[in-house]
């Protein structure tokens, strides 16, 4: 989760996986992530266990609008391709945050598949971490 961040939002695959490990971890991230709201954006998943989780009805631009007039902090989206298409195709992504891993696996999602319209971006910052995985921040232009 990003810092600043206090609503991170996920769609089915990544809630399922992090709630398989989150809700059992200690420490301060994990105490975090625990005790604040998680939604979910999902027309496949019913419910949710993952304490403070909330299951969207897969309508995720209305739900994002909705939840961008609430008081809190910023959203973070994570490791979750297809809501980041939806709403960057509505215009609703304040800032495109990129990890790019240095691998290529050869098969799985591409975030911007083949005949996707042009989305203009702007680079704003940049940085390396240690293990060699650039973190590239750019707003829609």
Do not use: C, Y
């Not at 809630?15 to 625990?34: I, S, Y």
């Amino acid at each position: 989760m990003q810092a600043g961040a206090d609503t991170p939002l996920t769609e089915r695959v990544t809630h399922e996986a992090f709630a398989a490990v989150r809700p059992e971890q200690t420490g301060p991230m994990a105490d975090a992530l625990n005790g604040i709201r998680k939604p979910v954006a999902s027309t496949t998943l019913d419910e949710a266990h993952w304490n403070s989780t909330t299951v969207t009805d897969g309508d995720v631009i209305t739900f994002l609008k909705d939840l961008k007039q609430q008081p809190g902090g910023n959203i973070s989206l994570s490791g979750s391709i297809t809501p980041t298409r939806t709403l960057l195709e509505a215009g609703l992504l304040d800032e495109l945050r990129l990890l790019v891993h240095p691998l290529v696996p050869g098969t799985g999602k591409r975030l911007f598949p083949h005949g996707t319209g042009r989305a203009p971006l702007r680079l704003t910052t940049s940085a390396t971490f240690s293990t060699g995985v650039p973190d590239l921040t750019s707003p829609p232009a």
